[in-house]
């Protein structure tokens, strides 16, 4: 993982206290860019992408199936370039279950603020239930 990690110059090291952070106590940059942290980064953005095509299309439903379409594919593509490095910078740390798990979580997240603020969708007390049961589930993946 060493040599991966000298792939990617936003996951390497550089000198900071032991919790991360820059003498003057503000969290450094090579905390952010870590490959704990980037990648959680770059799946909040890959997904705000990933909703906004699958999800964002409903308010325009008189607009031809086609283009509605061709326009998710055109916004997919931006997600697949958060996506992808973020599950293969993530890897150096995590395992490819965990990567989904946080992926999971996050696309509920995105999804429950998306539809309440953008769809304008009351989310009711069974979505909830159902969504920390998922985060229950996540939390079991972690636990070891």
């Known amino acids: 993982m060493v040599a991966e990690r000298a ?7 550089t000198a900071t ?14 905390l952010i860019l870590s490959p704990k942290v980037l990648p959680i980064l770059l799946l909040i953005g890959s997904n705000v992408f990933m ?12 607009a031809p199936l086609a283009t509605v379409v061709l326009l998710s594919w055109g916004i ?3 997600e697949y370039w958060m996506a ?3 599950n293969r910078i993530g890897h150096q740390v995590y395992s490819a279950a965990e990567l989904k798990t946080i992926q999971e979580v996050i696309t509920l997240t995105v999804f429950a603020i998306f539809s309440v603020v953008y769809l ?5 007390w069974n979505h ?3 969504f920390a049961l998922i985060v229950a589930g996540a939390a079991l993946v972690f636990r070891g």
């Open 7 to 13: 792939q990617y110059p936003c996951c390497q090291e």
């Open 17 to 30: 206290g032991s919790n991360g952070a820059t003498p003057a106590g503000t969290p450094s940059m090579s």
């Open 51 to 62: 909703t906004l095509a699958w999800y964002g299309h409903l308010k325009f439903k008189t």
């Open 76 to 78: 997919a593509f931006f």
């Open 84 to 86: 992808v490095p973020a």
């Open 120 to 124: 304008k969708e009351a989310l009711s």
């Open 128 to 130: 909830l239930a159902g």
